[in-house]
């Protein structure tokens, strides 16, 4: 499994964009790039996934870069409750892989 | 889709019993679980790898007798901390793959305080 390397930690206010990128220099060529978020005493909560180029959904965008050895996680107008840890995981989407393991992650706190 | 229910979401213990967490699919069938420890401010470690109807893969440095886990049906694993202590007091989540796309579905965790 590719590792990962992410920002420890991450401020921002409320109203503006957060981009947090993930680096995955190992990555294969059957993997893809999944986030996932994280609220204290809580299990992770699956954000989004892509292989390549940009994917957007209802609450954040991905964007990757043709060598796809990294990836930023864009969320558009923070709130309070965006604060949380987000993870960047790289692996087979068709969940494939012998086991998952994460990263450290990065904390976003969110300033009003 | 592709939920995972987790109980109990918090339990206290007295040092020395044993502690049962059910982890249920529970609109598709899982046949591989996974079991994960997560201290305070810290990532998720994984511990075990639960296959349907054969033994766990245990992560290095877990021990098999004190967390078993048993994956008797496509849609329950469970992870039990026998003869728990004070540093077994975790936050304990699993995982299962799902058929949805996205790879793996979550659990909502288990508070474990052995007192």
């Known amino acids: 499994l590719a590792k990962t390397t992410q920002p420890i930690s991450m401020d921002s206010y409320e109203g503006q964009e957060v981009n947090i990128t993930c680096s995955h220099n190992n990555i294969a060529t059957n993997d893809y790039i999944t986030w996932y978020q994280q609220f204290p005493s809580q299990g992770p909560r699956f954000i989004i996934q892509?292989?390549?180029t940009k994917v957007t959904n209802e609450v954040a965008s991905l964007f990757i870069p043709a060598d796809r050895k990294s990836s930023t996680l864009s969320l558009p107008r923070v709130s309070l409750s965006d604060t949380a840890v987000y993870y960047c995981l790289v692996g087979d989407a068709r969940g494939r892989d012998d086991k998952i393991i994460f990263g450290k992650g990065t904390r976003l706190h969110i300033l009003p | 889709g592709a939920v995972v229910s987790q109980h109990p979401s918090w339990v206290i213990c007295k040092s020395g019993t044993s502690v049962k967490i059910e982890c249920r699919s529970l609109d598709f069938q899982a046949t591989t679980m996974f079991w994960y420890r997560q201290f305070p401010k810290q990532s998720l470690m994984l511990m075990a790898t639960?296959?349907?109807?054969?033994?766990?893969?245990?992560e290095q440095g877990v021990e098999k007798d004190k967390f078993l886990i048993n994956h008797a049906s496509l849609t329950l694993s469970t992870l039990t901390v026998t003869s728990a202590h004070p540093e077994d007091s975790s936050f304990y989540i699993c995982s299962a793959r799902n058929d949805r796309g996205s790879g793996y579905t979550f659990g909502s965790g288990t508070r474990l305080t052995v007192v």
């Open positions: 892509g292989y390549k």
């Open positions: 639960s296959n349907e109807g054969s033994k766990a893969t245990y």
